[in-house]
């Protein structure tokens, strides 16, 4: 969604590298690249406006001037104003002392509501909750069924006495949806749910009546939480339409739907400044599990091609089987072999933790190779599975006897070429080593396992001693200035990622010594 944003964003604090002190005009001439970015990211004019004057006055002011790295505190000023843009703090949902939560949705028409209150079902229902949906959107045709076929996947009750509109019966008269609000309320607390979600009808920010149905709504269930469903994608007039339905239904809290469309996202930007309101949730997919908490410190990281390796961890915490990781622990502690079997176990728990694409989006630096990352075929996996899975038992345990006519065998069962066949087991050789290499030794710089067997230690009673210093001052001066120039060298020579503020140029991924064939991964 960001990515233009992004993009701009990035190139701009590359101009800044380098530079021990920055002048006004340096200054000036990023706040106006800024000011261009978020322009043309659709974010409106008021909002730009305050915020670059925000930039420049604390890029003008003496935590920059004081600062070591000034192009690396530039930076982190536009990250913290990214971050109080997007609503400063997590924002929960406030749970009701007694009897259920009620939770109103409201927004435009096509915004997204209906299939977003399956989402956020399934997401309370994992938080330990026993939430119950609400069908109050009896005028869109054919509404009340989707709710109930939403509620149905995320297995979740659907009160829904009336059958709304239909697409045969368009003229048939509309029940009272401030009723069934009403009653739905009263039959979640009968039945002890401790969340009701209520669907209400889209409407126009300028449809008067239907506007003031919204508000009986709200008057007659009194939500605990009123949430605002705004498409990400619906630039400039953003700003008009939550300023219309916060004078109408005074919501408490803004959903961001479409958030992984290709638009440019100003939209996430305006609302929650304009109104005041913080951002909560985002819907991130077509999937009910493509949903989650909205975090501003999190999504301006990601903005700033920072990364978000807190989402990730969270994501991998959830996906991840504990015994499985134990186990492989173990293995490596007795320096046992990563066979094929231990390779589709950990690709599998990387499959339940989601999209490969949008786990590899969260990496810092990774608007730099986003191009190879878009052409990823997610399929890969289930070839590389489907190898897997052709081979024997005795095989995946020993791959080294996998010769041409077991190849041909293997291939021809998984429905693939021979030389898909021969690159994975070229790239499980080369992986294969490196776990060897790290449950031994340790990679270079890197400390051996705990329990390795000692390998750490042979590695560094067999390294060269240091030289010992010369006692002639001169030459000690000359020895200085070598080892200096190895450092500088050194320093050229590792990949420079692409964190703000370091020197160097771009990141390239063909720096990396990644295994031989891994570039299929990429799409390449």
């Known amino acids: 969604m960001f990515n233009s944003l992004s993009d701009r964003l990035t190139a701009t604090f590359k101009n800044l590298r380098g530079k021990g002190r920055l002048t006004e005009a340096d200054v000036d001439a990023t706040v106006r690249e800024i000011r261009r970015a978020l322009l043309d990211a659709d974010v409106a004019v008021p909002v730009v406006?305050?915020?670059?004057?925000?930039?420049?006055?604390?890029a003008l002011g003496a935590e920059v001037s004081a600062a070591l790295n000034p192009s690396q505190q530039i930076v982190k000023i536009v990250n913290e104003e990214l971050q109080e843009i997007l609503g400063g703090e997590t924002r929960r949902i406030r749970l009701a002392k007694n009897g259920p939560t009620i939770i109103m949705l409201a927004g435009l028409q096509g915004a997204g509501k209906t299939t977003l209150a399956g989402k956020l079902s399934k997401w309370l229902k994992a938080?330990?909750?026993?939430?119950?949906?609400?069908?109050?959107?009896?005028?869109?045709?054919?509404?009340?069924?989707?709710?109930?076929?939403?509620?149905q996947r995320a297995n979740v009750p659907v009160f829904a006495p009336h059958p709304g509109a239909t697409s045969t019966e368009l003229d048939q008269p509309a029940g009272d949806p401030v009723a069934v609000a009403r009653a739905g309320v009263e039959e979640a607390r009968q039945k002890l749910h401790d969340v009701?979600?209520?669907d209400t009808a889209g409407r126009l920010g300028v449809d008067a009546d239907m506007m003031e149905q919204a508000r009986q709504i709200r008057r007659a269930i009194v939500p605990n939480e009123v949430l605002f469903v705004i498409d990400s994608m619906i630039g400039q007039d953003a700003v008009n339409t939550a300023l219309?339905?916060?004078?109408?239904?005074n919501f408490t809290g803004i959903v961001l739907s479409k958030l992984d469309g290709d638009a440019r996202g100003g939209a996430a930007l305006s609302v929650a400044s304009v109104t005041g309101k913080p951002v909560m949730f985002a819907s991130t997919g077509e999937g009910l599990d493509d949903f989650e908490l909205f975090h501003p410190d999190r999504m301006a990281s990601r903005i700033l091609d920072m990364?978000?390796?807190?989402?990730?961890?969270?994501?991998?915490?959830?996906?991840?089987?504990?015994?499985?990781?134990?186990?492989?622990?173990k293995k490596f502690a007795d320096q046992e072999d990563f066979t094929l079997e231990d390779f589709l176990a950990q690709m599998q728990q990387i499959r339940n933790m989601g999209s490969m694409k949008k786990m590899l989006m969260m990496m810092p630096g990774a608007?730099?190779?986003?191009?190879?990352?878009?052409?990823?075929?997610?399929?890969?996996?289930?070839?590389?599975?489907?190898?897997?899975?052709?081979?024997?038992?005795?095989?995946?345990?020993?791959?080294?006897?996998?010769?041409?006519?077991?190849?041909?065998?293997?291939?021809?069962?998984?429905?693939?070429?021979?030389?898909?066949?021969?690159?994975?087991?070229e790239r499980f050789a080369q992986a294969q080593k490196?776990?060897?290499?790290?449950?031994?030794?340790?990679?270079?710089?890197?400390?051996?396992?705990?329990?390795?067997?000692?390998?750490?230690?042979?590695?560094a009673k067999n390294a060269p001693k240091k030289k010992a210093k010369s006692g002639n001052p001169a030459k000690a001066a000359q020895e200085r200035k070598e080892a200096e120039a190895r450092r500088a060298n050194a320093a050229k020579a590792l990949p420079t990622g692409a964190a703000f503020g370091q020197q160097g140029g771009d990141f390239d991924p063909s720096q990396l010594n990644l295994p031989k064939g891994f570039d299929k991964f990429l799409g390449k």
């Open 196 to 198: 009701v979600i209520v």
């Open 434 to 459: 490196m776990m060897k290499k790290m449950a031994q030794g340790g990679m270079p710089g890197m400390p051996g396992l705990p329990g390795a067997g000692g390998g750490a230690r042979k590695n």
């Open 307 to 329: 990364g978000d390796i807190l989402t990730l961890i969270e994501q991998a915490e959830k996906a991840w089987d504990k015994d499985e990781a134990a186990r492989m622990a």
């Open 244 to 249: 219309a339905f916060d004078e109408g239904v």
């Open 367 to 425: 608007q730099n190779i986003r191009q190879q990352l878009e052409q990823f075929d997610e399929r890969e996996i289930d070839r590389v599975e489907a190898i897997v899975r052709s081979m024997t038992p005795h095989e995946r345990l020993a791959p080294k006897i996998i010769n041409g006519s077991r190849r041909a065998r293997i291939a021809r069962g998984s429905g693939v070429h021979v030389s898909e066949v021969n690159g994975l087991l």
């Open 127 to 151: 938080q330990g909750h026993s939430p119950m949906l609400v069908a109050c959107d009896l005028q869109r045709p054919n509404a009340v069924t989707q709710l109930q076929v939403v509620g």
């Open 49 to 58: 406006r305050e915020f670059t004057g925000r930039v420049r006055e604390r």
